[in-house]
């Protein structure tokens, strides 16, 4: 799983590793490649710091700490801490420049606590807060697909992990004469 060659290896296609790293061959390096029981495994950069900000959310909320009793705040909390990622994931779609791994696992951090937080005011039942991450979501979609060059962007995106999604499915790779 050489970081430097785009082409997918037979043990990298499989649905159980799309799951873990979405991305196709050559958007590899915006993987964390993690090793365990002998052998590595690609993980999402952003979906490892979304689950790192899960697990940091119920760490706090073990150790007492509760979210604020202001529904503005906890409105603000949300979708202050979702923009980032949000951002991040623009600024990239936009081909203005390439992110971090650092930058998209904190972003994802942060990301994973909204997530959390959105969640949880779900379960308390404050439902109007709980659909603020959703909203601002199915926001920044339809923004992006109001202008022609968000839309093409975003449809290039989504055929190229669609693509990707497929050859995982079928176990079929890239040879190295059909890659994009």
């Known amino acids: ?27 590899r390096h915006r993987t964390v490649c993690l090793g365990w029981r002998g052998g590595r495994y690609r993980i999402c950069a952003r979906c ?19 979210p ?16 980032p990622a949000i951002l991040d994931f623009h600024v ?5 420049c390439e992110s971090t791994n650092p930058r998209r696992i904190l972003t994802g951090v942060a990301f994973g606590c909204a997530l959390a937080l959105s969640a949880t005011e779900a379960w308390t039942a404050r439902w109007p807060l709980a659909a603020t991450l959703p909203v601002l979501l199915l926001s920044y979609f339809i923004w992006i697909a109001c202008t022609p060059r968000g839309l093409a962007r975003l449809l290039v995106h989504i055929e190229r992990y669609a693509q990707h999604y497929d ?11 059909n890659e994009r």
């Not at 490892?48 to 697990?55: D, K, M, P, V």
């Not at 604020?68 to 923009?83: D, K, R, T």
Request: glycine share 12%; net charge neutral; aromatic share 6%.
């Open 1 to 27: 799983m050489d970081d430097r060659n785009p082409v997918e290896t037979e043990d990298e296609r499989s649905l159980a590793r799309f799951l873990f790293s979405h991305h196709p061959p050559e958007h």
């Open 167 to 177: 050859r995982c499915k079928a176990g079929i790779g890239l040879g190295r004469g």
């Open 48 to 66: 490892l710091g979304i689950a790192g900000g899960l697990i940091l959310f119920v760490a706090l909320r073990i150790l007492g700490l509760r």
């Open 92 to 96: 990239q779609l936009m081909g203005s």
């Open 68 to 83: 604020p009793e202001s529904a503005w705040l906890v409105l603000a909390s949300i979708a202050g801490a979702a923009l």
